[in-house]
């Protein structure tokens, strides 16, 4: 008997706030644009903001936004003063990238922001930004004001949930007016903007749920581990092994829904390795990595070829060896001490061997392009040239209410993959060997060893 899981990343860091509101924005946001609309000299949209609040906000820089950014509040539960900190922190970062996102849809063809999808998108935005400006003159120092803060960031996460089947559909949908080129570089600022945005909601979020003294039991963000060894979203002691194995039963779950067949996997290498990471980020790219080499072994045959995982943790250098020695327990108050982590790698490479026959040369310089898939629903057979798989994974996605629910044909799996490893330094290379198989190395930088 077959159940449809969800996908891990909906298992794992749920977030149940006491006063999460579920909002409808359907009626007032997804409205399509009127007839004038190619009158107006900006997409069509229900919130007002003054165009210069935008463009002075769009015109600030970006921070760039590193793992340690996100512990330096310090470890669960936190005082009140590194609660309020870590809510200013949050605001003084969110509607700057909010702003430049929206300067950045604006900056579409107008034919395109116009699609409903994207309208969408955009307007989730401009809604989003108007939540955070009554915040903007403020700094967060009563617990009043960073609950009702916390409670808008809960919003804004929920707010854009569905981002990315909704863009991929727009751009699906208006294919003739834009460039592929131009898509693919839009997407990949976009979608890499938003991993640094969810995560600094995220991160917020998540401290504030667990430093609350009295929390309800099913509220707690990550329950099962609240003791151990979370800060917010990043769990400082994360074993791939663990993560690829839930993956591998969601993904060979998936396969013997659509191929009647449930690969294998085996670990090696170093699967005792733990390193500081975001769990949902490595859940989506193991699941999206795992997708591809299950389906190409089964397309190709051969099933009883397992899938070899080698997991190799990253040598401490010499000089941070050094410093943790000299360093490791001289914390003072002004800097405390992150650790104890277990000994955690600064990094760790991942090699995904499969022997689903590779890719061919005229596939090859295609994989990274968002929307680009050789999978077709209709023509499982491997080898056929570029499917039309999106539109029916669109419909997936959209059935199943997440993202990743089909083996594969949205054509997000790489690119988007590649940006969440790039995001804190990592990244992906794809090594085929035509004929045989592929390997597939992920590389992540961990937050490795903290000073102090
Ligand atoms: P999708 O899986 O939705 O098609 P991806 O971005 O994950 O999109 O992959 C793009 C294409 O790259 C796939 O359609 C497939 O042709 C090729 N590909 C990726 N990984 C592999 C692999 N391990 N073996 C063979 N082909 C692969
Ligand atoms: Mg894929």
């Given at each position: 008997m077959i159940s449809l899981l969800p996908p891990p990343s909906a298992r794992v860091g749920r977030i149940i706030l006491p006063w999460s509101r579920q909002i409808s924005y359907s009626s007032t946001f997804a409205r399509h644009p009127s007839p004038s609309a190619h009158k107006w000299s900006h997409p069509p949209s229900s919130t007002t903001i003054a165009d210069d609040e935008v463009a002075s906000l769009a015109s600030k820089p970006l921070h760039a936004l590193s793992l340690a950014d996100l512990v330096?509040?310090?470890?669960?539960?936190?005082s009140t003063d590194a609660l309020f900190s870590s809510a200013n922190f949050t605001l003084s970062l969110l509607p700057i990238r909010l702003a430049h996102r929206i300067q950045a849809l604006r900056n579409l063809p107008f034919i395109v922001v116009s699609n409903p999808n994207i309208s969408k998108i955009y307007n989730n935005y401009l809604h989003s930004l108007s939540t955070l400006l009554p915040y903007k003159e403020k700094t967060i120092s009563s617990l009043e004001d960073e609950i009702k803060f916390t409670s808008v960031l809960a919003d804004l996460v929920e707010t854009h949930s569905h981002t990315i089947p909704t863009l991929a559909r727009g751009f699906l949908e208006c294919r003739k007016y834009i460039n592929p080129i131009e898509v693919t570089r839009f997407l990949d600022e976009h979608l890499r903007a938003r991993i640094g945005t969810r995560l600094i909601a995220e991160q917020h979020i998540a401290l504030h749920v667990s430093s609350q003294p009295h929390q309800d039991p099913k509220s707690s963000y990550h329950e099962e581990n609240s003791q151990s060894s979370y800060i917010g979203v990043i769990d400082?002691?994360?074993q791939p092994a663990s993560i690829i194995n839930s993956c591998g039963n969601f993904v060979s779950e998936i396969c013997e829904l659509k191929y009647g067949v449930r690969p294998t996997w085996v670990i090696d290498g170093e699967p005792g390795t733990t390193f500081a990471f975001v769990p949902v980020h490595l859940e989506y790219i193991i699941t999206e990595l795992l997708k591809n080499a299950f389906r190409a072994t089964v397309e190709s045959g051969k099933s009883h070829e397992p899938v070899i995982i080698t997991i190799a943790a990253e040598p401490e250098s010499p000089r941070e060896k050094d410093r943790s020695v000299k360093n490791g327990s001289s914390a003072t108050d002004d800097n405390p001490p992150i650790r104890p982590f277990e000994d955690p790698a600064p990094g760790v490479t991942i090699r995904i061997r499969d022997r689903g026959g590779g890719i061919s040369p005229e596939v090859l310089p295609n994989i990274w392009s968002y929307s680009f898939t050789t999978f077709s629903d209709e023509d499982d057979l491997p080898g056929q040239g570029p499917g039309n798989g999106s539109i029916d994974a669109l419909n997936a996605m959209s059935g199943a209410g997440?993202?990743?629910?089909?083996?594969?044909?949205?054509?997000?799996g790489l690119p988007l993959s590649r940006a969440y490893a790039e995001y804190f330094g990592g990244g992906i290379a794809v090594q085929s060997l035509y004929g045989w198989g592929c390997d597939v190395y992920l590389r992540l930088k961990g937050l490795g060893r903290p000073k102090g």
């Open positions: 330096k509040h310090g470890r669960p539960p936190l400082t002691a994360l997440g993202e990743g629910s089909s083996i594969a044909g949205l054509g997000y």
